[in-house]
């Protein structure tokens, strides 16, 4: 073997090794923006602060008005109507940004 011979043996070389580098690297997967229970905990939170918040004011209108725990009650059934209706509208809104970019998927699959 001489000299010249050993260029072209090393550039080849260098190609495979790329080349094994490059199959080698994780591929990126598309994943949801949000886990499970990252959406979970959030509408678990919202749920509770609405029945917190409303327990808070019937205790507050309660207190300052000197009464039974009308208003406790009252106002936690509200607050609890209230974190269901955030509850459902966050899912609602998650719902449509996930077919959202599943529509954006499929439509630059078909035309690519």
Known sequence: MGVGNIEKPLKSLEAKIKAAKKAADPVEQVQ?????????????IELTAGVFIGFGVGYGL????????VFILIMTLFGFAAGVKTMMRSARELQNKELAAQYSSEK????G
Do not use: Q, T
């Open 32 to 44: 949801n923006k949000f886990s499970a229970a990252e959406v979970g905990w959030r509408m678990i």
């Open 108 to 111: 630059e699959n078909v035309d």
């Open 62 to 69: 309660d207190f300052l008005f000197d009464s039974k725990p």
